[in-house]
């Protein structure tokens, strides 16, 4: 196996693990990204199982590291015990940083595959642990604490609740008469009084209310307090039912992260976005300058085409998803230019990138030449790879740029691509000079282009693991203080 | 007129999905006074329409086609359709939703609505104008002919066709096209082979219509060809570079790319639909223009043959289009009617036209299907 090869199989598996989900996309069907990603996995694993394990230090999203935590676990017998060592501390670091409910999968997961060996018992106790509030848990992840701890033999530590209400909660109920912990209590009262599904957590009390006939809009009314960030902001045109597109209070949106604010941009209607202009670009404004950190206003001169084509609006799935990093990508370009520097070209020539929608075909051969007249120190181009009117246009575009026009590199011309294709089993890419890396969230935007910079052939794989192993250090490192997002 | 006239349509670059390639037709400003809209039938494409007094036929029809040449838009009802916002209130500058009420049979294919507006069944016109080929029968009472070919003539007779879900890919190739800004119409290629043009008046129309081509009818050969051919090569722009290369030359090589596009389809990929003499037969008068249906010469070996409708202008100019790609089957038996026709339905005469014999002539036409016609002699 030559070296190249390596590393081109690494980046690979990264823009794979960046982008797919194995969900519906635009162009292919959820069954062939389920099928891709399959072949990928294992074929990493088997051949590469040290990147396999990096890899999890990298950004990639959660449900890759779920598969990769679970295939780490389940072929244990084939790591050394050094790379065993190094893997323990990898999953412990990235579990602490998933989602609550994606580690009760992961743990039901590994118990559908029989996955039940020391280590695997150590890390889901040593999980398990670290979570701050076991009741809280066991009655908004029932079956998840009960399969995990069922499963792994795990004592239960009660935390505040009192000795054994715990494990009463989830293995026998309706054996205590009344639990002296609050919330274990108001989950049993709430099976016959309304008054007590006001304390439970926001998804568990939404059933009870069901169950109860109560009216929609006053139980959100009287749960907003006790609801999570994305709660409130998926449930805000229900509540205050006399104006549905009116944004209800209680939603501070500077303080969410940049893609997950682009796409609740996306998901209100134009004339919503025009009444709250002003407080959607000024929250756009101060999540990209966050997420800019260091790096902002130290780009220089910088060009961006946005693909803002149909095929941006994703699927039922993930919806607008491409397009919503589009516009995340467009504020923080914004905020890593120089002042003043910065032009921004939609493939459809809208202006206002806040009433951007997908719409209309991908000229993005012309739109990259635009770009260029523009005579940028950076070109990063977001787009779905797919280039159809005419097709192929912006691939020779490029290629005559790089070779002709601009043979020194004094513009450095980076493509980040949203989209998964099953069929490539990579990104697509516009052309081989350009370097390719996938794209999740546009935060990621600067370290992305670091990636990038391995893809375009001219940094070689001893490189690539000095990059990886810096990652990992980062990564294990810094893990215990930084939270899930 | 003898020819479909495009004039007013630009080519825009095709957009490949596996062995499907759609070709996007651009107006530069929609046509004046004409709007067509969509009517949607219940039944699931079942439908029965009266042709004459006693004569009816049944048939798919999944929807039908609304020409509203009153200058007025989409905004004024037609019986028989509700205007309603999404939210179904109503609420004025929401765009109109048709809903039809239930109707069991359709009177006639073209049918006047109160309005200046004109009711008509997309593809069925065509059809219909294919099938009624001399379907009269013999005109005279050769001895050949059977009592039963004299008496009914050619009846009945059927054509089969596929749904558009049925050609492989065509879904899936127009979910995913990305229609063009003042995009009027689409030429549908299955293995680079053309098998229906689409055109209508006004992009509005167009993006509403767009999802019923893959309701429509095809033919034979597109849905084998769909089914067997390989996907096809997408058309890969080329810019020559040389050392002197600048911006604004590569800009222009890039324009240049488009333009080699559009021309090459015209002369290449259309010439069989754009260059083919046509028999037009007139339905329908509206204003200034006009509902035709046309039939192919019916050539042997002469390519690709189209029946469909058209709708023109006064000038000739085509606002509304849709063909159907014949058979080769279908063209085989246009063109023995023809030949037979022309000869006065006199065997000998049609087989010295065809330059066979007269037993190489009956076995043609008993391969055709029409066995029924002829007398049984031999046996």
Not at chain 1, 373 to 384: C, F, Q, T, Y
Not at chain 2, 52 to 62: A, C, E, K
Not at chain 2, 215 to 238: I, K
Request: some cysteine; aromatic content about 8%.
């Amino acid at each position: 196996m030559t070296t190249e090869t390596f590393a081109e199989d690494v980046l690979l598996f990264v823009n794979a693990a960046v982008t797919a989900t194995g969900q519906r996309e635009f162009h292919s069907a959820a069954g062939r990204q389920q099928l891709s990603l399959d072949f990928l996995h294992e074929y990493v694993r088997v051949n590469y199982r040290r990147v396999y394990a990096a890899s999890l230090a990298l950004d990639i999203n959660d449900h890759n590291a779920v598969r990769i935590v679970q295939g780490l676990l389940e072929y244990a017998s084939e790591a050394s015990p050094a790379e065993k060592r190094a893997e323990g501390r990898l999953i412990a670091a990235r579990l602490a940083k998933l989602p609550p409910q994606r580690v009760y999968r992961l743990f039901r997961g590994l118990r559908a595959a029989k996955v039940n060996n020391r280590r695997t018992r150590a890390i889901m106790r040593d999980w398990l642990a670290a979570r701050p509030d076991p009741a809280h848990d066991a009655v908004k992840y029932r079956a998840g604490l009960r399969t995990a701890v069922r499963h792994a033999h795990l004592p239960l530590d009660d935390g505040a609740a009192p000795a054994g209400e715990l494990g009463a909660f989830l293995f026998r109920p309706g054996k205590l008469p009344r639990y002296r912990h609050g919330l274990l209590d108001a989950w049993r009262r709430a099976h016959y009084e309304q008054g007590a599904v006001a304390e439970l957590p926001f998804t568990v009390a939404e059933g009870f209310a069901a169950r109860h006939g109560m009216k929609r809009a006053a139980f959100l009314e009287r749960m907003a307090p006790r609801m999570t960030r994305l709660e409130r902001l998926r449930t805000q045109g229900q509540r205050g039912g006399a104006a549905p597109q009116e944004r209800a209070a209680g939603t501070d949106l500077t303080v969410m992260p940049l893609t997950r604010l682009a796409l609740y941009v996306l998901s209100l209607d134009a004339p919503a976005r025009l009444r709250h202009r002003d407080e959607l670009t000024l929250a756009l404004r101060t999540a990209a300058r966050r997420a800019a950190g260091p790096h902002a206003g130290r780009w220089g001169r910088v060009a961006a085409v946005l693909d803002d084509s149909y095929s941006s609006s994703g699927s039922g799935e993930k919806r607008r998803r491409p397009l919503a990093v589009a516009l995340a990508c467009h504020f923080l370009l914004e905020a890593l230019a120089a002042p003043g520097a910065y032009a921004p070209l939609w493939t459809s020539g809208a202006r206002d990138p806040l009433l951007v929608r997908p719409w209309g075909p991908t000229p993005l051969g012309l739109r990259v030449l635009d770009a260029l007249e523009h005579g940028p120190e950076r070109l990063v181009i977001v787009s779905d790879g797919w280039d159809n009117a005419p097709p192929g246009l912006a691939g020779e575009v490029l290629r005559v740029w790089r070779t002709r026009l601009d043979p020194g590199r004094s513009t450095s011309v980076v493509h980040v691509n949203p989209v998964y294709d099953a069929d490539g089993f990579d990104v697509r890419r516009l052309s081989p000079g350009v370097p390719t890396a996938g794209i999740r969230d546009a935060e990621d935007l600067p370290a992305l282009v670091e990636i990038a910079q391995f893809s375009e052939g001219r940094t070689g794989p001893a490189e690539l693991y000095a990059y990886l192993d810096r990652q990992v250090a980062r990564f294990v490192t810094a893990a215990p203080s930084g939270g899930p997002l | 007129m003898n020819r479909l006239e495009l004039t007013g349509l630009t080519t825009g670059p095709s957009q490949v999905w596996g062995g499907i390639r759609l070709v996007p037709l651009v107006r530069e400003a929609p046509v004046a006074g004409l709007r067509l809209g969509r009517e949607v039938y219940e039944g699931y494409g079942s439908g029965v329409v009266e042709v004459g007094p006693r004569t009816h036929y049944t048939s798919y029809i999944p929807h039908g086609l609304v020409a509203d040449w009153s200058g007025e838009g989409t905004d004024s009802a037609a019986y028989g359709t509700q205007l309603a916002g999404r939210d179904g209130t109503g609420s004025p500058g929401s765009p109109p939703r048709t809903l039809t009420l239930p109707r069991h049979r359709h009177h006639r294919l073209a049918k006047r609505q109160p309005g200046n507006r004109l009711r008509f069944l997309p593809q069925h016109l065509a059809m219909e104008g294919y099938l009624a080929l001399h379907f009269g029968g013999p005109s005279t009472a050769w001895e050949e002919w059977s009592r039963q070919a004299l008496r009914d003539g050619l009846s009945p007779r059927e054509e089969d066709a596929y749904l558009g879900w049925s050609v492989r890919g065509l879904g899936d190739a127009l979910r995913t096209f990305e229609i063009h800004p003042g995009q009027c119409g689409v030429m549908v290629y299955a293995a680079d082979a053309l098998a229906a043009a689409f055109v209508v008046p006004h992009p509005d129309d167009y993006r509403l219509l767009h999802p019923t081509l893959v309701q429509d009818l095809y033919g034979e050969l597109v849905h084998q060809y769909a089914m067997y051919g390989a996907p096809v090569a997408a058309f890969g722009a080329r810019i020559a570079d040389g050392p002197h290369m600048t911006l604004a030359g590569l800009r222009a090589a890039a324009r240049g790319q488009e333009r080699a596009w559009s021309e090459a389809h015209d002369t290449l990929f259309a010439r069989e639909l754009l260059d083919t003499s046509y028999g037009f037969d007139r339905v329908y008068r509206m204003g200034s223009f006009t509902l035709w249906r046309f039939l192919p010469p019916f050539l042997r070996n002469g390519g690709g043959q189209h029946i469909g409708e058209t709708i023109t202008d006064h000038k000739g100019r085509v606002a509304y289009l849709k063909t159907f790609r014949l058979s080769e089957a279908q063209i085989r038996r246009g063109h023995l009617l023809r030949r037979l026709a022309d000869a006065d339905w006199e065997l000998s005469r049609a087989a010295v036209a065809l330059g066979t014999g007269e037993t190489e002539l009956t076995r043609r036409i008993r391969d055709a299907g029409f066995e029924s016609l002829l007398r049984d002699r031999g046996r």
